[in-house]
Every structure is written in C-alpha cells, then in structure tokens.
C-alpha cells in the first residue's frame, strides 16, 4: 500500500493543503509543534534525505523554492525554520521524505 503522504498526494487522505505545483504538494501538520507548521513534501516518493540521489534532487530543489512563497502565503514575515528528520536516530516518524516549516513565533535556540 502507498505510504501515508503518497495517499494525502492522491487525495486519499484529506489534508489542508497549502501550496502545490508538479514537484511539491504542502499542507499543514496534523499536530502542530509552532503557530504556523507546515509540511513540504516531494510528489515522487523518497524515504528521506537520506534517498536523496542526483536523479531525484530536482524535488528538493523545488521544495525550496517553495519555500519563500509558503512562508510568505502562511504570513512568516520574520523569519522561521525548516527541518527534515532522517531515520530513527533523527526521529522520522514518517517515511516519506518532508521538510517541516515552523514559525509564527520565536522559536526556540535548542535542537533537543
Ligand atoms: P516526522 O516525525 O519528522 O516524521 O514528522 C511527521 C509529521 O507528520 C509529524 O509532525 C506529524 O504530526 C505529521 N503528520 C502525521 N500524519 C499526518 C496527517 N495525516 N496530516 C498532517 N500531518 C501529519
């Protein structure tokens, strides 16, 4: 079966989309951890940056260059914060390679 941001890509799963063109598909996190937080993921499946290869780095691109127009569209005037968990010492709960962008508020210094 596809996996879980594979089905919110069909629309098989609802979300609340933000932001979409060929590459890229961004919709708000489920649970957010900031006042705005956001999710940008490929519209080709990848694990993680970890699969990340020159064949498929063109989506990553793209997810950055989305980036300034979601965090403009989400009113991230002063600043914010993009991550991306890998694997399980990184904490990635989802296998499916996405940038979360966070902001709405300072955010905090500290990684853990
Ligand atoms: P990570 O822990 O980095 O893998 O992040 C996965 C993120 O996906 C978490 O912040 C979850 O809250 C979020 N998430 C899980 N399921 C959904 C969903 N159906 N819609 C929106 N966000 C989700």
Redesign the pocket.
Known sequence: MAC??CR?IEGE????KVYEDEYVYA???????APV?V?LIPKQHMDSADAVTAENSVYVAKIFEAIPTVAKACGLVNGYRV???CGED??????HL?F?LLGGKKLPETLA
């Open positions: 879980l941001f919110i799963i609802p979300s609340k919709f708000y996190d489920i649970a957010p951890m937080h999710l991550i991306t968990n990184g904490c990635q709960s989802v296998k996405h979360h």
